[in-house]
């Protein structure tokens, strides 16, 4: 193997793993949304575990974000190495290179799929909020607990944002 196709390798390789961050992103999205949807209906004990719950995914979360925006720095660097080479040399590693462009559009998709979820999730979140406020509701959801919940979940979009 020579260094174009051991750096093809690799990149196919990042992509796959990629991929499965994306996926751990994509469910503990969706399962965020239960505990905005949780935290509502709860008593007081029970908040306590949705809020520890949600840090605990949102830390979770946050170290798979990191994972892939480093992944996503090293892809690009070595894209880049092999960018000059790529177009007159793709045509040898086809295999690799159809591949690589099916496992980009999956990454593509379930990117798009994270944002969407996160977007249900705002309006849910917000829906919830908006209910807890409602005297009929009785949930006994202090405003430092609202705060953090909502600053929690702006961190989230921005990071999103930056990428």
């Known amino acids: 193997m020579d260094g174009f196709e051991t750096k093809l ?3 196919s390789d990042m992509l796959e793993k990629k991929h499965e961050i994306l996926q751990q992103i994509l469910t503990i999205t969706e399962n965020q949304k ?3 949807v949780r935290e509502c209906e709860a008593t007081v004990e029970d908040l306590a575990v949705l809020r520890d719950m949600l840090r605990q995914m949102n830390d979770e979360k946050q170290k ?3 994972e892939h925006l480093n992944s996503d720095r090293l892809f690009q660097n070595i894209f880049e190495e092999i ?3 790529f177009e007159f040399r793709a045509l040898d590693y086809k295999s690799i290179v159809e591949g ?3 496992m980009i559009k999956e990454v593509v998709g379930l990117d798009a ?3 969407v979820q996160e977007e249900k999730n705002r309006r849910v979140f917000e829906a919830e909020i908006y209910n807890l ?6 949930a006994d959801f202090t405003k430092a607990s609202k705060d953090y919940l909502l600053q929690q979940y702006k961190n989230n979009n921005e990071r999103k944002e930056e990428e």
């Open 9 to 11: 390798v690799v990149l």
């Open 113 to 115: 799929s994270i944002r």
């Open 64 to 66: 798979l974000i990191d």
């Open 100 to 102: 690589m462009q099916m």
């Open 34 to 36: 239960s505990i905005f």
């Open 83 to 85: 960018s000059g080479d």
């Open 133 to 138: 406020k409602q005297p009929s509701k009785g």
